[in-house]
């Protein structure tokens, strides 16, 4: 019996990462000062949802990168859906708390990038950069730095979408993706 071809989950997974990123920075960045709540839905279905699902198909597929990747970002995207929507009380330094400690987790998740693409390495690279300046300008109530955040994460989606879109394309092509030789070998 042959078994039948499976879609790969990531590409699903690094755009509803990256879509939801993009908008969210943008508001970060200051480019958009009103409206920051179209971000609210975006968080809990395809920043949330969708790399949740993806997570747990990488999981199926044994992909314990893909997986752990994508059902954390998930559960990052769930936990500021519920943040926003349920506990106005939240403060910019426990907010800042929460995203140092995702700073730290993506920045020991980038070295499990160093043998992938390059796509994923700088998607990882600025995601922990992001993540850090998000974290310690909301922490110490700078203004600067969050939109620096915001600028990075701009960035961050950018890559993830490439990285995302490049798989579908060229698999629809029947070609390799563009995603860059591994930093190492």
Do not use: C, D
Request: proline residues 3%; glycine residues 12%; hydrophobic residues 55%.
């Amino acid at each position: 019996m042959t078994e039948q071809k499976r879609a790969n989950p990531a590409p699903l997974g690094l755009s509803g990462f990256a879509l939801t990123t993009l908008v969210l920075s943008v508001f970060n960045a200051g480019l958009l000062s009103q409206g920051s709540s179209v971000v609210v839905g975006l968080a809990a279905f395809y920043g949330g949802l969708a790399q949740l699902l993806a997570g747990v198909l990488e999981w199926r597929a044994g992909n314990t990168f893909g997986y752990t990747a994508f059902f954390t970002y998930g559960a990052f995207w769930e936990w500021y859906f519920v943040t926003s929507m349920f506990i106005p009380g939240a403060t910019a330094q426990a907010i800042g708390l929460v995203l140092i400690a995702f700073g730290i987790f993506t920045l020991v998740m980038w070295f499990g990038t160093f043998k992938a693409n390059l796509g994923l390495f700088m998607t990882f690279l600025l995601l922990w950069i992001t993540f850090f300046l998000l974290g310690i300008g909301s922490m110490v109530s700078n203004t600067a730095l969050i939109h620096a955040g915001g600028y990075v994460g701009i960035l961050t989606a950018i890559a993830a979408w490439y990285t995302g879109l490049a798989m579908v394309v060229s698999e629809s092509l029947g070609r390799n993706p563009p995603l860059g030789k591994p930093v190492m070998s």
